[in-house]
């Protein structure tokens, strides 16, 4: 390292323009990166989900869920197994090692499921694999409509050209509607009619031939239906050395051809379909609801592609939009969603934070140095370190998100302190009357290898992100390696530019040393630092007690996993009571829209239900969700308005549950409190999770409390008795048959396509014909034998109402109910989890159940223990590299002091703040734990080359404290000043780094000031120790 700096010197231009090189390919860089909000997470899990209609949720569990758990456990690292059986569909959750390859995962689940679906009923869908990723989440949700059009004559326009447009954008994956009409083919037989030719053809029978009966039916016409409206090849001939291809019929072309189709001729006469039904183009889409504001809108979901940044696609949605709006008349467009807004306005922020920081930091050097060409080569390190950051996030295939420019940031104020050592050391050769360009040279290389251990120092904090997993590492990992790149470049600039420039541009330069504010201080320290020399047994001990202090002080601002982000939006879901007609729930819908939006703050609300999102199948008419979009110039947070819609709607005859939509880490394992109940008998489950819901109602800070229990749908059991049947000739699966024929009713002939779009052609009977049969008409349902005898159902089964379950959830194939409950404003998970555990802990658990908590408590948890591993393993590496550079084992010891001192800090600046201890808030610790020795390194290391010039212990300490006073306090000052804006929470989604910057600036403040002193007083302390051994 110390040649380097005097070829910097000799080699001005190389050194130029290598810096040119690298402002270059950072500019390059900078401008192809693309722009995220967070880091690309890979979540280990993977659902399977199979489709199952009519089937109950006990039916589900039996035929579809438990044999694809059984199938799923003997796939390669499996880690856990989650699984939901609701009527219709059976969704299994799978979760895997950190490690897995997921692509290869996915492959080995087809495979297993390919072996066990030919053993399931053939009326059983082909189950569907998804891999779960944050990309899953619509980036986009948007409503469109037009003016004076019902959205009935606006589908096909919908379907046919808005779709395909949007679905041609690179890096869309998916586009998802709601609210648009379904429109099929009705045919609706007129029985009169039917009668009446029916009547006319057994008369123009000759007399005495056999009356036919009745001779047109619904089945004769759904399969005239099939089997004209039909075309097909059949193969090839080949006529004079030309081939082929034989096709068989002709589809038919438009409703015409159906009106005018014949369906029966005979000498007499000729009927077609119009002659015996009304032939109609029908909207079937009644239980579909979508408005905004009130009015009536298609809403539409974008889905992006992996590898595609969320800004980008969103930026050529938008694009496309205003170009629709420009052909089109009349269409409003109305955005519920966008989370490229909030990205872009998320790393604005965070980018003019680091602006600011760098500025105000360059202003602290310019106060301190009072001079413009010392202040302008430091400041130079900030821009250029910066750049050659790019560079390497470029190339490490990175994102500008939240967290890799929040890392650039919290490192700003650090890019100038080695420079400033290098620039302090240069001028005091100078004022020794050294030339510039040895003092440049001489400068840079005696403070070369302190500088170089302080950087490793820094960087080697980051080292355990290796050990680390899960979501805690990804965030971890990007703002380890930005912090690294930019520290790594500083150092680089400090021993090439920092020299360079100073042999050049100030030949003449001195520092002044009069400095009243500065010199004031000195004086004071000096005071105190002789006080604490003669008291180093309490000074000790204050700095210890203070320590366990804050602490304890901090932890009592409770803990959470992720400091949440406010985005201005607020999810609603709401839960009619089971069995309400789709009428109920769009009357409440209304209702909800019209208390919502008059309350203030509230821009835009958005409504439906029955629409095709991602698991609607799972859903019905009692179910719906709504978006609420706040004001940008909202004067109150999203929790304090998503609370006043709690507290209006709490009165309404339905479940209204409000949750504030945003960054919340927190949620990937369920936010809030969740306990899980697990074991083998229901009803012991049920009365244990009301029990468990008593107790979390009665802790102080929780709302939403559920238990769990799904609600219960009424289903007609059919009990067959197997000993009656079998004597009447009969088998339960006879019967079930016999039942499904008479109640299900398939009226699906055909399909038509008209101008590229597909519709079902349906037959359907007279209304005043068709026979709606109830548990009566189950009851007296004929059923014939194959012995021709005619046996009712109830003769050989018991018919009956029974209560059965909306779902059911089970967790490690043992079935569970989960409590769940939401956190008051003002209260904090942490705390209440706290309080919640300590009563469960005297609830008397029976055996073979067992109770836990999971979500948010669970995550915070176990990122709590990894990370203090993670800080135990970074200090472990900080004494081995310092050990290095003193080359003895006690010196490195001394120097550790000073982390307890940054930790006390960092605790009491939580505490002060009232922030709680976050994941956040801990990297924030384990990055200070690399910063704050770097001012113990310089102190030891000026002492001891004190003491080999002859000086004594006291008289080292008290000049070295002085001396090192100054630069010190300098980069110390420079990294504060830098993270105040992130620190006081200035723009948006400032809250998800505010905590780091927080613990960052107090134990900054707090070592910095304590470094001086008590560094000093445990070096003179143990070297007494050792000169008495001695």
Known sequence: MSKISSFSVKKPITIIMSILIVIILGAVSLTNLTTDLLPSINLPYAVVSTSYFGASPETIEQMITKPTENSMATVSNIKNIQSVSQENMSMVILEFNEDTNMDSALVEIR???????????????????????????????????VKDKEISELTFWFESVIVPRIERIPGVASVTLTGTAKNEIQVKLNNEKIEELNDKMRQSLPPGAPSPGIMITKDMISGILKGQNFSMPSGYIN?????????????????????????????????????????????????????????????????????????????????????????????????LMNQADYINDSVKSVSNNLLYGALLAIVILLIFLRDLKPTIIIALAIPISVMAAFIMIYFSKMTLNIISMGGLALGIGMLVDNSIVVIENI????????????????????????????????????????????????????????????????????????????????????????????DGMKKVYTGILRFSLKHKISVILLALVLFVGSIYGSLQMGTEFFPQSDQGQIMIDVTMPIGVEFEDTAEMLDKLSEIIGKIEDVDTVGASVGGNMMFAMMSGSDSASMNVLLSKERSRTTKEIAQEIREATSNLECEVSVSEQGINMGAMGGSGISIMIKGYDVNTLEDMANDIAGI???????????????????????????????????????????????????????????????????????????????????????????????????????????????????HGQTRYITVAAAIKDGYNVGLVGEDIEEKIKNYDVPEGFTVELQGEQEEIRSSFTMLLYALLLAIVLIYMVMASQFQSLLYPFIVMFSIPLAFTGGFLGLFIT?????????????????????????????????????????????????????????????????????????????????????????????????????????????????KKRV
Do not use: W
Request: charged letters at 20%; one cysteine or more.
């Open 111 to 145: 495979e297993k499921l390919d072996m066990i679906t030919a053993y399931m009923p053939s009326e059983v869908g082909n189950p569907m694999i998804m891999k779960i990723n944050p990309d899953m989440m619509p980036i986009m949700n948007f409503s469109l409509s």
């Open 239 to 335: 006529e004079e050395g030309t081939d082929y291809l034989v096709r068989v019929g002709d589809k038919l072309d438009d409703l015409e051809e159906i009106n005018t189709l014949t369906i029966m001729s005979s000498p007499l006469m000729t009927v077609t379909l119009e002659d015996v039904a009304d032939i109609n183009m029908v909207d079937i889409s009644e239980e579909s609801y979508s408005k905004v504001n009130g009015q009536e809108a298609v809403m539409i979901s974008i889905q992006k592609q992996n590898n595609y940044a969320t800004t980008d696609v969103a930026e050529l949605v938008e694009e496309e939009l205003d170009k629709i709006n420009i052909e089109f008349e009349n269409v409003e467009t109305v955005m």
């Open 427 to 518: 001028y005091r050769l100078r004022n020794e009357g050294i030339s510039a360009k040895e003092a440049a040279i001489k400068g840079a290389q005696q403070v070369a290898g302190a500088i170089t251990a302080s950087t490793i120092t820094t960087v080697c904090v980051f080292a355990p992100v290796i050990f680390m997993k899960g979501i805690t590492a990804e965030i971890f990992k990007e703002m380890a390696l930005t912090i690294s790149f930019s520290l790594i470049a500083s150092l680089i600039i400090a021993l090439t530019l920092v020299p360079m420039m100073a042999s050049k541009i100030m030949k003449k330069s001195q520092i002044n040393k009069e400095h009243r504010v500065l």
């Open 696 to 810: 979390v109602q009665s802790a102080e800070g929780t709302t939403e409390i559920d238990n769990g229990i799904s609600k219960t749908s009424p289903e007609l059991k059919i009990t067959v008795d197997r000993q009656k049947s079998i004597e009447k000739g009969l088998t339960t699966a006879q019967v079930f048959v016999a039942v499904k024929d008479a109640i299900s009713e398939e009226n699906k002939a055909s399909k038509l396509t008209l101008d590229g779009q597909e519709y079902d052609i349906s037959v359907y009977e007279d209304d005043a014909n068709k026979q709606e049969i109830d548990i009566e008409g189950i009851k007296n349902l004929t059923i014939e034998t194959p012995m021709g005898m005619k046996v009712k159902v109830s003769d050989v089964a018991e018919v009956g109402i029974e209560s059965g379950y909306a779902s059911i959830k089970r």
């Open 914 to 1026: 009232n922030t709680p201890v976050s994941v956040v808030a801990l990297i924030g610790l384990i990055i200070l734990a690399g910063i704050v020795v770097n001012n113990g390194i310089v102190i030891v290391d000026y002492i001891n080359q004190l003491k080999d010039e002859g000086k004594s212990t006291y008289d080292a300490v008290i000049e070295a404290g002085n001396t090192r006073f100054r630069p010190i306090i300098m980069t110390a000052l420079t990294t504060i000043i830098a993270l105040s804006t992130m620190a006081i929470g200035v723009g948006e989604n400032a809250e998800m780094m505010q905590p780091m910057a927080i613990t960052a600036i107090g134990g900054l403040i707090y070592s910095t000031l304590l470094t001086l002193i008590i560094i000093p007083v445990i070096y003179t302390a143990l070297d007494k120790l050792r």
